[in-house]
Nanobody
Framework: EVQLVESGGGLVQAGGSLRLSCAAS????????IAWFRQAPGKEREGVSCISSGEGFTYYADSVKGRFTISSDNAKNTVYLQMNSLEPEDTAVYYC?????????????WGQGTQVTVSS
C-alpha cells in the first residue's frame, strides 16, 4: 500500500521556522520525485517545492525561494521541507506528493496534509 505521511506542521509566529517531513512507503522511493504543495482557504493549490534525487534537481516557487529548503534522506524514504522566515501568507495546508522520476507537479500519490499556521 502506497503511503505518504506528512508531519511537522503547527502554529508559529511570523519569522519563525518549521520543518515538515514526508515519510513514504509502498513504492520505490528512488524512482520518484517528491513535491510539496500548499493550499490556503479560498486559494488554488500551489506547487511550493520539489526534489528529484535521481536527477539531482530541486525547484522552489518564487514565493518561497531563499526561505524554504527541500532535502531528501533516501535511506529513510523521507523528504523534508525546512521553512524559515515564515510569513502569515505561508499559512496553508501543506501536502506532499510523489510523481514518477521528474518534478511535474501533477502528483500521483498524495499525503493527507499538515496544517501550517503563521501568526502575525
Amino acid at each position: 500500500e502506497v503511503q505518504l505521511v506528512e508531519s511537522g506542521g503547527g502554529l508559529v509566529q511570523a519569522g519563525g521556522s518549521l520543518r515538515l517531513s514526508c515519510a513514504a512507503s509502498g513504492f520505490t522511493f528512488d524512482d520518484y520525485a517528491i513535491a510539496w504543495f500548499r493550499q490556503a482557504p479560498g486559494k488554488e493549490r500551489e506547487g511550493v517545492s520539489c526534489i528529484s534525487s535521481g536527477e539531482g534537481f530541486t525547484y522552489y516557487a518564487d514565493s518561497v525561494k531563499g526561505r524554504f529548503t527541500i532535502s531528501s534522506d533516501n535511506a529513510k524514504n523521507t523528504v523534508y521541507l525546512q521553512m524559515n522566515s515564515l510569513e502569515p501568507e505561508d499559512t496553508a495546508v501543506y501536502y506532499c506528493a510523489a510523481e514518477p522520476l521528474v518534478c511535474s507537479f501533477i502528483g500521483e500519490y498524495w499525503g493527507q496534509g499538515t496544517q501550517v499556521t503563521v501568526s502575525s
